[in-house]
């Protein structure tokens, strides 16, 4: 590690949001490597959707990781009847659904979105709203074009 400081702000905003019992809010994140934006949710909601993706393989190992997330999400569930909706800013994940970004070089990234987790200290700077990215090309609708 670094030394590396978390903004506080974000912090505290991905807490409260954490808190609540349903919470989605359009973000932009700036991180190494490029741009991400999203909906940011709360924790145990993206581990509940990230486990029924999972589930969704039919799988039995697909089954225990799905539960894995749930676990994880029962752990926050747990974190907030703690806190009492008293917001300390002691997160270090922040978790958004339907993401896409952008690299340094432009590149595109995934259409539909998915769900991103992401350490807050990486986040280097943060706005409100969702960036509008153009559509991604059509695979081969590019080919030929120089």
């Not at 490029?34 to 799988?59: F, K, P, Y």
């Not at 009847?81 to 690299?103: F, P, S």
């Not at 700077?125 to 991604?136: E, F, I, K, T, V």
Request: hydrophobic letters at 45%.
């Amino acid at each position: 590690m670094t030394g590396r400081r978390a903004d506080f702000l974000l912090q505290a905003f991905v807490d409260a949001a954490n808190q609540m019992d349903d919470f989605s809010m359009a973000l932009t994140l700036s991180v190494p490597g490029g741009i991400v934006t999203g909906d940011l949710v709360t924790a145990s909601r993206w581990m509940n959707e990230v486990a029924t993706l999972v589930e969704m393989d039919g799988s039995e190992a697909a089954y225990h990781v799905a539960n894995v997330y749930r676990e994880q999400a029962g752990l926050y569930r747990r974190r907030r009847a703690q806190n009492r909706g008293e917001v300390l800013g002691e997160v270090t994940y922040i978790h958004l659904r339907d993401a896409q970004w952008v690299t340094g070089s432009g590149m595109l990234g995934p259409e539909p979105g998915i769900h991103w987790r992401g350490l807050i200290v990486d986040v280097a700077g943060w706005s409100l709203g969702r960036l509008p990215l153009p559509a991604m090309p059509e695979q081969g609708a590019m080919q030929g074009v120089y």
